[in-house]
């Protein structure tokens, strides 16, 4: 019998264990998970070294977070954006965005509420609203662009709605919402009441002028707004598991209370680092983005040549691409198989919808890679439609 409760079936491995096992296993280039092949900056592997040394963090920091890097998350959310949060009362260190996102569902959802969320949706979200006994709603993304249906999002609020679950830049579509969006789903959020948990972890990481807007800078919306963050996207240390939740005392306090019996803390030594990468200046998160664009447009470039259809990401650093065009329809067998016949692993998208038609042939490549690796993939790509 199988011992897995009825809450967590039908969520075995995740995908993207399983695409880096097959990696492995058959010596493929890696595009499936997202994670750089090039760690983050120096100094900042200098300061966790260091931290370990000089016996900071080696020992249970304190629940919510060291004091530096609170203190550092705070400054970086007034710089960039003008929200100003209280280091000590609106703030929380978490292990990833991954224990963010578990502990705040956990922390504000009542068995049986329903929670909408853009879909398609990262792995965890459903997983954990699952655990928290909530009810997922989808709201889908559907290509080309995968703008979001505002009609569909208020026909998805009902009575039972708690929470609203966003992602933004989101992954994997690379969509990034846009100012007009965020008024609208603002205006939902008063009108209806509710909460809005919102993963951030790709902010730093849109491309072609655009820009990131958190939702908790629009009227009315930072004392019912629980951001999500990560030093795993930004400073490209994806082992590390430094997140990190800002809002409201009221809500960070709820977090906190289901965050504690999770992991209590987590990372000591690498809080202390984290601390030290956010104060990098400006110019860190600029070549961040730079780099990561001419990265995007080699793989998308590639792509294109090798015959799918390409959705340009305008933020995150993972491309959605329609396998159809290759007279191909299942994305979940072409994964699979795409080890095999060149050489290269992706990631199904199909395992983040429940609209299973919309996302059965999409395939998300990412790009967080050295140019050399991106050329190599691309080039044995290009063998599929060269059929060889
Ligand atoms: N949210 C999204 C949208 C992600 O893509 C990821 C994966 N990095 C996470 C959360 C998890 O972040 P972390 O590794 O910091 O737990
Ligand atoms: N966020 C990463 C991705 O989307 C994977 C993280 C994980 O393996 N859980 O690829």
Redesign the pocket.
């Known amino acids: 019998m199988d011992p897995l409760t009825s809450r967590l079936r039908g969520f075995g491995t995740t995908i993207f264990a399983e695409m880096s096992e097959l990696a492995v296993a058959t010596g493929s280039i890696n595009l499936g998970q ?1 994670f750089p092949d090039t760690d983050g900056p120096t100094e900042m592997v200098e300061a966790a070294v260091a931290a370990i040394r000089d016996g900071r963090g080696n020992q249970y920091p304190p629940g919510p977070g060291i004091a530096p890097l609170r203190a550092a998350i705070a400054t970086h959310q007034f710089t960039h954006y003008g929200l100003a949060y209280d280091p000590d009362s609106e703030v929380l260190v978490t ?5 963010a ?1 578990a502990a705040a569902l956990l922390a504000l959802i009542e068995p049986g509420d329903e929670v909408v969320a853009l879909e398609p949706y ?1 792995d ?1 979200y459903a997983a954990c609203i699952a655990m928290a006994g909530g009810v997922r709603v989808p709201v889908t993304l559907r290509p080309p662009d995968f703008a979001l249906d505002l009609d569909a999002l208020r026909a998805a609020v009902t009575p039972r709605t708690t929470v609203l679950l966003l ?1 933004s830049p989101h ?1 994997p579509t690379g969509m990034v919402l846009s100012r007009d969006e965020l008024t609208a789903i603002a205006t939902l959020a008063r009108e209806r009441d509710l909460i809005v948990v919102t ?1 951030e ?2 902010e730093h990481l849109v491309y072609d002028d655009r820009v990131h807007i958190p939702i908790a800078t629009l009227p009315g919306m930072r004392e019912r707004t629980v951001s999500i963050s ?4 930004t400073f490209s240390m ?1 082992g590390w ?1 430094i ?1 990190w939740v800002t809002g409201p005392p009221a809500l960070v306090s709820a977090v906190r209370t289901a965050k504690q019996f999770l992991t209590y803390v987590s990372g000591g030594p690498f809080q202390y680092a984290v601390a030290a990468a956010l104060a990098l200046p400006g110019t860190y998160y600029e070549n961040l983005s730079s780099s990561l664009a001419r990265k995007r447009d080699i793989l998308c470039a590639g792509l294109t040549e090798a015959g799918f259809e390409v959705h340009k990401p305008r933020g ?1 650093y993972f491309v959605t691409t329609d396998i159809r065009p290759l007279g191909e329809s299942d994305g979940l067998a072409f994964c699979r198989s795409l080890p095999a016949r060149c050489g290269v692993v992706a990631v199904p998208e199909v395992v983040f919808f429940d609209d299973r038609a919309v996302g059965a042939p999409l395939v998300r490549f990412a790009f967080c890679k050295r140019d050399e690796v991106l050329t190599e993939a691309v080039a044995r790509l290009r063998t599929l439609r060269d059929g060889a």
């Open positions: 997202g292990a990833g965005a991954t224990e996102i990262y965890s992602n992954n993963d972890v790709y990560s030093a795993g996207k994806t598991k997140g995150t």
